[in-house]
């Protein structure tokens, strides 16, 4: 798949992923127009990059719209640094509770019915789509309406759900492993394993992602 764009008439029910580090505007733009990307929807919390400024919301935006592409920030519904601290029950998100919010409901709905109008792309900060909440949040939220995922990951390379899915359970496999050692590995439960042992490792902890001013006593 490296390289080659997907046509409209195969896409089904396929929604696209994106992370910008180590990119700059054009080649963003261009790994974008390579896979007929017609909207991007920005999952990051917040509308500013501390590092990467050419991505800010309020410029960044308006030079997708000038270059074909429509702009829509969602990052107050599908970001992965909400700021309720009861999202953080044990100092770390939980993503189990960030899915049962109605906003979050809401956003996902969202896509879907976009997706029936645009090649729509998530975007958010990582390259890496395993570091990111829009594999580890969004995209079981998706698979679960019948919706497939195709990360880019960098060059036009192009990278599969069930691609991400089995790096997961390689780097996760460790104790998995032993678990159905005495009989044959049952891939769903490799997968829920894979995906909790990854959530540990990414999800955000409060004091890293709340900003002061919204903090509780106990964070």
Known sequence: MNGQIISSSSTGNIIWTVGYAGHDRDSLLALLKGQGITAVADIRTFRGSNYWKAFDADTFGPFLRENGIA?????DVLGGKPQDPSLYPDGRLSYDLMAARPEFK???DRLISGAGKYRICLMCAEKDPLDCHRTLLIAPALKRAGF?????VSDGRVETQAETEKRMIAINSGDTADLFAASA???DAELVLAFQKQIVKAAPLADDAIKSGKRKNNF
């Not at 702009?71 to 990052?75: A, C, E, H, L, Q």
């Not at 497939?148 to 880019?152: A, I, T």
Request: proline fraction near 12%; glycine fraction near 12%.
């Open 148 to 152: 497939d995922l195709r990360h880019l």
């Open 71 to 75: 702009y829509v920030f969602m990052g």
């Open 185 to 187: 590995p049952d891939p």
């Open 106 to 108: 809401a956003g996902i």
